[in-house]
């Protein structure tokens, strides 16, 4: 089972922006989609971003605009570039398959003044 690391999490102003790298264990060309979801302090995980095998990305409707996910298969790595970061950003994010219950550790992301 490919495994997941996240990185590229840190501490941001409002309004700044950060770039998530996630960085898997194997290949991901066959993975027909990836996501990167998020947790904040006292919510259920979300779904905030899908990435096809052919790049096609579809966001949800609080980071629509402000977040560009992408992957490179040939490195075997997806991406999240997030700009115009708000407070209600702030989070552990995560990246997997659509269909697993197996987690890495994620990275914090704080978006705070």
Do not use: H
Not at 17 to 29: D, K, M, N, P, Y
Not at 68 to 90: C, F, H, I, W
């Amino acid at each position: 089972q490919v495994q997941f690391v996240e990185s590229g999490g840190g501490l941001v102003e409002p309004g700044g922006s950060l770039r998530l790298s996630c960085a898997a264990s194997g290949s991901i060309f066959s993975i027909p989609a990836m996501g990167w979801y998020r947790q904040a302090p006292g919510k259920q995980r979300e779904l905030v971003a899908v990435i096809t095998s052919g790049g096609i990305a579809i966001y949800a409707d609080s980071v629509k605009g402000r977040f560009t996910g992408s992957r490179d298969n040939a490195k075997n790595t997806v991406y999240l570039q997030m700009n115009s970061l708000k407070p209600e950003d702030t989070a552990v994010y995560y990246c997997n398959t659509l269909d697993s219950d197996s987690w890495g550790q994620g990275t914090q992301v704080t978006v705070s003044s």
